[in-house]
């Protein structure tokens, strides 16, 4: 009976910086993005409430979540370069996972905030006024593209910076909103477009919530993979010269662009236990897979333990 696995996690490993080294190249963006993203969310706070701008209110709610999220990545690149230890042997990288869950909540309640506020303010629309709720949102459009900018060429090395981007781009978007809002109230003076824009920015932001907790909760339950099919890869690990069969698979992702698995593959009589470790493993690189434990065994051997599943 043999057992082989490949390295991507190691205890006291200084290697485990390397997975945050995309993003590490790219700190000082990310400090800048959240102290600019931090900072203008406060002044349109401030002149959402002295207005009374639900829209102004919502996109400030909404930039909020974006500077969350914005800490989480550069968070999260921080805590990757710490090693692992004996006890923590994942290290800390199911943080992020938490911080996202944690983020989809918050989304949730920003979200029902503004879109039960803003069907209440439709029976009775309050006037806001137009010329300051524009100013601020051509401003706060700024900042988002200046971050937006920031992030783009991270984004391309780094899965985490990627989701930040993502995150000023929705921002971009309800920045606009809220131009479109401004532009009509100083014109036409309509009251209902300041909450129907509110409405907008609020169903805007419930679809990506729903996306962003549903991933969290599938990475917290252990759930495989979207993009790795369980039973082909059962069925193409079986395919390999010297394997007679494959037991106990399972692949989950440690946290967004790490997958693991672990499983028994039973050796035909007379096969080269390396050499099927070697094409089991080639055959999981493929599907993304680069931090495997396998244990080899026998045809014969029927000692296996497997979870009741």
């Known amino acids: ?6 390295h991507g996690l190691a205890i006291g490993d200084a290697g485990a910086d390397s997975a945050g080294s995309a993003g590490s190249r790219h700190l000082r963006a990310l400090v800048i993005a959240v ?31 974006d500077v969350l999220g914005l800490a989480m990545a550069l968070t999260a690149i921080l ?7 004996a006890q923590r042997t994942y290290g800390l990288y199911r943080l992020e996972v938490l911080a996202a869950l944690a983020n989809g909540v918050l989304l949730f309640g920003v979200a029902g905030y503004v879109i039960v506020e803003a069907v209440m303010r439709l029976g009775d629309p309050q006037h806001v006024p137009g010329p300051p709720l524009l100013i601020t949102a051509v401003v706060g459009l700024a900042v988002n593209i200046v971050s937006f900018l920031l992030l783009r060429s991270g984004a391309r090395d780094s899965i985490n910076l990627r989701g930040a981007m993502l995150e000023v781009m929705g921002d971009m978007l309800g920045s606009v909103g809220v131009i479109v809002a401004a532009i009509i109230l100083w014109t036409t003076g309509w009251a209902w477009a300041d909450p129907i824009i509110g409405v907008g920015i609020g169903l805007f932001i419930l679809p990506r919530t729903f996306l962003l907790t549903r991933q969290a909760l599938r990475i917290l339950l252990e759930v495989a993979p979207k993009h790795v099919d369980v039973p082909k890869l059962v069925a193409r690990i079986e395919a390999l010269p010297g394997v007679d069969s494959v037991h106990d698979l399972h692949v989950w992702t440690l946290t967004s662009g790490i ?14 236990y390396a050499t099927v470790l070697e094409s089991t493993q080639a055959v999981l690189d493929e599907n993304g897979i680069h931090h495997a434990t396998i244990q080899c065994e026998p045809a014969s051997f029927r000692g296996e333990r497997e979870l009741p599943v």
Do not use: K
């Open 79 to 85: 805590l990757a370069r710490r090693p692992a230890t």
């Open 259 to 272: 997958e693991n698995c672990t499983g028994h593959v039973r050796v035909a009589e007379g096969a080269d």
């Open 35 to 65: 102290i600019l993203t931090g900072a203008f969310m406060v002044v349109e706070f401030i002149v959402g409430f002295a207005t009374n701008s639900l829209a102004l209110i919502s996109d400030a709610g909404h930039m909020g979540t």
């Open 1 to 6: 009976m043999g057992a082989g696995h490949s």
